[in-house]
């Protein structure tokens, strides 16, 4: 089976600093696959280059194309969808026209399914549905992410990239989170997921990479790294237990 | 002054600044879509009445070699950038976009112009030959430097707007215009009469109004523009491209000037460079609204127009002078009233 992203040597760089040095990685189809690693270790630079907001340079195939001359506009309308570390949503506008912006690139093909998905995701995160005309700036943490990911899902993504979903939230509000994630695979989306909360993120996934200083420099099938000394001592030691 | 004169004036500023508050609202969407500050607004106001003008005098208006040879340089930029990266697939659509629509249109024009066709069909012509020249200007000479800081966005809108200024006396000489009114009505309402004209301005500007309200509440590029100038990461992570919004905006703001020169043209005589002046009225009222509040901007240009009238009717020769003089007392007002945010880069 072959893998639906491919990253060969992907390596980006802010001015002369190399952020990110020759990456590999590969998520194949359905699978939930996870980049865990501590701060600054590169790991939403990556992300952000395989959605094409920042450049880069080596090899990412995906769907078996090269996505190398696709903008990140583009890159919507293939199925890839970012949910960035920041939310970034339209803190001006309802909850009901974020949603409909997640769709726009559907919409844009008159795509006539959108309605059935917005029940989806109302039926997912009740909450959104009990306030589809405040604006999103005035949701909390918790709902703000509810909303990103929701956004997300009306683009109808095959590959959905998650940067930090649980970061600032409350321990109840990330197992919700995670549920969600976990819930996805049956709808047979592909995630990559990079998360600081290493032992929800290897228990949610099916296989994981460690990320430092800008290189992998551990990965294998997630039950096998939350069993793998090294993982343990750094990312799963006392400290970060909690939610999951 | 009788009651009489006043509510003439009152007629008279209105109209006018029922103008101001289309430019406005122009130039605050282009502001909040792009931060470009459209001072080229008003150049679009001189070409669509100056454009009108050649129309009915049954002359291919100089506007016409302007679209084509915009449309050529659009295309040629596209097509470099499409071979760069080996889009052979976007060729035709750019030649049609870009060479064949514009030449399409410009045909129809030298055809139809000497038969001098009904007032609305001149009127029509007119939009279409002025209205694509916004996107190619955005294409041209914004998108390449789409993400520079707002101050080199407002230096390169000096530019655009000093070029076409120039090319509007190349096109239609230095002689002013004047079109025929739409309609020689008139109302005597007690002592006030009012003129068929200014009914026309209110009624279409009013309606464009409520039009872009719908368009922005109710469609979903009306929605896309608001979500780029809320948060212009979020609006490309769903999948709405900055130079898609552009252009959008540029063509707003080139039918709401163009439109604008329609129907003031024959209420003043306006000239290649006449505008300039129109435009920056509307831009004393978009800073009214502090460049992102559209009521505001509308409400504020409107008082402008106001503020004209009866300007010209005390110290007409100070008319300008005193108009601008309001930006001073906004300025101070907004400084302390707003807390000054840096400008991000990202």
Not at chain 2, 86 to 102: D, E, T
């Amino acid at each position: 089976m072959s893998a639906l992203l491919q990253v060969r040597g992907l390596s980006v760089a802010y001015g002369k600093i190399e952020a990110v040095h020759q990456v590999g990685l590969s998520v194949e189809e359905g699978r939930i696959v996870t980049v865990i690693g501590p701060n600054g270790a590169g790991k939403t630079t990556l992300l952000a280059a395989l959605m094409g907001v920042l450049p880069s340079r080596g090899n990412i195939s995906y769907a078996g194309g090269d996505l190398a001359h696709v903008e990140a506009e583009k890159r919507v309308g293939l199925g890839l969808c970012l949910v960035p570390e920041r939310r970034e949503l339209f803190a001006a506008m309802t909850v009901e026209d974020n949603l409909v912006l997640g769709a726009f690139h559907r919409y844009r093909k008159r795509d006539k399914s959108i309605n059935a998905d917005f029940e989806q995701v109302y039926q997912l995160f009740p909450r959104l549905k009990e306030r589809y005309r405040q604006l999103a700036g005035t949701l909390s943490g918790g709902e703000r992410q509810m909303l990103a990911l929701g956004r997300a899902l009306m683009s109808r993504p095959r590959l959905l990239m998650l940067d930090e979903p649980s970061l600032g939230l409350a321990p109840l509000v990330v197992r919700d989170i995670f549920r969600v994630i976990a819930g996805l695979r049956e709808t047979g989306v592909s995630i990559l997921l990079v998360e600081q909360n290493a032992r929800a993120a290897l228990q949610v996934s099916d296989y994981g990479y460690v990320l430092e200083t800008g290189e992998i420099a551990v990965e294998g099938p997630s039950a096998e790294l939350a069993s793998d000394p090294r993982v343990i001592e750094s990312y799963l030691g006392l400290a970060s237990g909690g939610a999951g | 002054m009788n009651s009489e004169i006043a509510l003439f004036l009152i007629q008279d500023g209105l109209t006018n600044g029922a103008i101001y508050a289309l430019l406005a609202l122009a130039l605050v969407l282009v502001f909040a879509v792009t931060r470009v500050i459209f001072i080229p607004q008003g150049e679009f106001v001189a070409y669509g009445a100056l454009t009108l003008a050649s129309l009915q005098l049954g002359k291919l208006p100089g506007t016409a070699w302007l679209l084509l040879t915009a449309g050529v340089a659009v295309a040629a930029v596209e097509l470099v950038q499409a071979l760069r990266i080996g889009a052979v697939r976007r060729v035709p659509a750019i030649v049609l976009h870009y060479v064949l629509v514009p030449s399409a249109i410009v045909v129809l024009a030298w055809w139809v112009a000497p038969q001098k066709p009904a007032l609305t069909f001149q009127v029509l012509l007119a939009l279409l030959l002025v209205v694509p020249l916004g996107p190619m200007v955005y294409r041209l000479a914004y998108q390449p430097l789409a993400n520079a800081s707002v101050l080199v966005l407002l230096i390169i809108s000096v530019a655009v707007h000093f070029a076409m200024t120039g090319l509007g006396l190349v096109f239609f000489g230095a002689e002013g215009s004047r079109t025929p009114a739409f309609s020689d009505a008139h109302w005597k309402l007690g002592v006030l009469t009012i003129s068929g004209q200014s009914l026309w301005v209110l009624g279409v500007s009013l309606s464009l109004i409520v039009a872009l309200l719908l368009f922005f509440e109710h469609t979903i590029y009306g929605k896309a523009l608001r979500a780029t100038a809320v948060n212009r990461v979020g609006a490309r992570l769903v999948g709405i491209s900055p130079a898609m919004a552009g252009k959008l905006s540029f063509t707003l703001a080139a039918l709401i000037g163009a439109l604008s020169g329609v129907l003031v043209a024959p209420i003043t005589t306006i000239y290649y460079d006449s505008g300039f002046l129109v435009g920056l009225k509307g831009f004393v009222g978009a800073i009214v609204g502090g460049l992102v509040s559209y009521p505001i901007a509308a409400a504020g240009a409107l008082l402008v127009g106001l503020l004209e009238a009866y300007a010209s009717f005390w110290a007409s020769a100070y008319k300008e002078v005193i108009v601008f003089t309001m930006i001073v007392p906004v300025l101070v007002w907004r400084s302390f009233t707003t807390h000054h945010i840096e400008e991000e880069e990202e």
